[in-house]
């Protein structure tokens, strides 16, 4: 089998359009010349996505990264597979929220994190001993494990990891 033809088999549609034939073959030549960097540059609505998760498929991983929240949605419809992690800007500060009512939450980007040591929170300051041990910004108590991500990145894989 050739690169092109591994490569069309990790199609997710059931259908695939000229464009989508034309990318690629374009990253199957890339990849068989040796070239390490291959960026695609493609029109709206031309079909990237697919082309994307196809890659991913084939390369057994990846990432796919986008600042739209309407494309991070299309993913998670279009592609059962796909798994988001997004930023703490999206989950409620348990701490920070205690008394309000819905619609008045602080969330994780605004809330300062005031949990004791003891709590097991994914998003509080480790404290070893005299220093403090920081990773990212610690200040936020986020109840996902997926504090500290940028947002719009997906992996493709296990829907029970965020990385």
Known sequence: MSTYEDILS????????????????????????????????????????????????????????????SLQKQYLRDFKYAVQAIGRSNFVCKQASIGKRPGEEVYCDRGTCTFDNDFGCPGRPIV???ELITEGDPRFAAISASRGTVAGNFQYGKRSKIV
Do not use: W
């Open 128 to 130: 070893n001993k005299e």
């Open 10 to 69: 990790c199609f997710p549609m059931d259908h695939i359009r000229p464009e989508q034939v034309q990318m690629l073959k374009g990253v199957a030549d890339a990849l068989d010349e040796g070239k390490k960097y291959i960026l695609i540059e493609a029109p709206t609505g031309c079909g990237k996505s697919p082309v994307a998760i196809a890659l991913c498929r084939y390369f057994q991983g990846g990432y796919i990264c986008t600042d739209q929240i």
